[in-house]
């Protein structure tokens, strides 16, 4: 038979400290999800400015009929911060995979492009960070079918740049729906104040 042990009064039993630990750093990402930073309110523009220098008109004049992948607007107009920024995020990420391929026209500006993708991954980063403790509050919220809209609309980009062999022209449309999913990001940034 042992003795009872005897705790320090200035000392905290582990799982106390884990649990402390686990609230404090919930309380973080969800602050960092409400705290608008100040590259929140400049990085849709700053985005579009890149795209414009990366991303001139090409060479030769193109046909532009009305785009073939119309964009599942309903969603922009959710009011859950945390859904915004989810949405942001998994729009970001399909825009980077878009950007990121290596059948860009030859006429597009490689170092804009890099700076452009580089802005891109660092907000992603940034978004990611307010998510994680929210997860299971996203997956209850909003509908259940708005990613699977958001995934439909990115393949329909990439089968349509396919389709038309990635010509310049197939590009300058893609350049043009990507300038669009950053005006819409950035409602959906104003969002998550």
Known sequence: HQPPAHHHPHTMPAHAMLTLLLLLTALNTILACHHLHPQDTTFAWDSIKTLKAMAPRPPQPCQHQQAPF????????NSHPQQAAATARHILGK??????????????????????????????????????????????????????????????????????????????????????SFQRVNTLILQMK
Request: proline share 5%; charged share 20%; with cysteine.
């Open 70 to 77: 119309p964009f599942p607007d309903t969603f922009l107009h």
């Open 95 to 180: 825009l980077f995979a878009i950007l990121s391929a290596r059948s860009t026209p030859h006429h597009w500006d490689d170092q804009a492009r890099h700076r452009l993708l580089n802005n891109l991954h660092h907000y992603i980063h940034h978004l990611e960070r307010c998510l994680p403790a929210n997860r299971m509050l996203i997956k209850r919220q909003g509908p259940h079918n708005l990613m699977l809209s958001i995934n439909k609309y990115f393949r329909r980009i990439h089968n349509f740049l396919h389709t038309h062999n990635h010509s310049a022209c197939a590009w300058d449309h893609v350049r043009r729906e990507v300038r669009a």
